[in-house]
């Protein structure tokens, strides 16, 4: 059964930098041909997604938000950590972690969600 | 970058009628296409990848087509379970990108 879990600040101040952690079970991200991607949702908006680790540790940037963003993972703990810098009231949405594979391309289980507020 | 537009912004539709939602993508994506749905307070939940592979458990109502720049997604009779918001999504092979359109909520007429 594949389960994977947000966790983080709900709230962090404009300028500080957000670090969330993706903690999931279930499937192995050291199996060839797995990934997993950090997808953002503002509020009452669509989705965007901001970043995608690989299995082999290749990393995958949105362009736009390129510079701001790190991703990594640590295969022995299940764990896929993304770092977002400068954060800016804009940035307030709900932050998913999703699983996809090469082979198939969609994301097909994802996190609840972890909500951050970015507010003074 | 691709971008994705899905119309309609909202489509009303009768419990066990059709519901045709579409989804234009900027240049060619191929079939590199997939949908979601999503309900309140909800993660989105894969319904199709491949522009038209059913993912594990979707019932066989939900229907994909197209490639290209042009796709759709049928749902054949609609439940009550099935209002919600369908999103599509690209995926660029090399290098690794993702963008999704702006949603078409599917509303109880």
């Known amino acids: 059964q594949v389960t994977l879990r947000e966790s983080g600040p709900a709230l962090v101040k404009p300028t500080q930098t957000l670090t969330l952690t993706c903690t999931f079970s279930?499937?192995?991200?050291?199996?060839?041909?797995?990934?997993v991607s950090w997808i953002r949702q503002p509020p009452g908006k669509a989705l965007e997604w901001l970043a995608r680790i690989d299995w082999d540790d290749d990393k995958y940037y949105s362009t736009s938000l390129k510079t701001r963003l790190t991703i990594s993972k640590d295969t022995s703990k299940n764990q896929v950590v993304l770092t977002m810098t400068n954060m800016d009231p804009v940035d307030t949405a709900t932050y998913y972690c999703?699983?996809?594979?090469?082979?198939?391309?969609?994301?097909?289980?994802w996190g609840q969600g972890t909500l951050v507020t970015v507010s003074s | 970058e691709i971008v994705m537009t899905q119309s309609p912004a909202t489509l009303s539709v009768s419990p066990g009628e059709r519901a045709t939602l579409s989804c234009r993508a900027s240049?060619?994506?191929?079939?590199?296409l997939a949908w979601y749905q999503q309900k309140p307070g909800q993660a989105p939940r894969l319904l199709i990848y491949g522009a038209s592979t059913r993912a594990t458990g979707i019932p066989a109502r939900f229907s994909g087509s197209g490639s290209g720049t042009e796709f759709t997604l049928t749902i054949s009779s609609l439940q009550s379970e099935d209002f919600a918001v369908y999103y599509c999504?690209?995926?660029?092979?090399?290098?690794?990108?993702?963008?999704f359109g702006q949603g078409t909520k599917l509303e109880i007429k």
């Open positions: 279930g499937f192995s991200l050291s199996t060839s041909g797995m990934c």
């Open positions: 240049q060619s994506v191929s079939s590199n």
């Open positions: 999703a699983r996809t594979r090469v082979v198939e391309g969609g994301f097909d289980y």
């Open positions: 999504q690209q995926y660029n092979n090399w290098p690794p990108s993702y963008t």
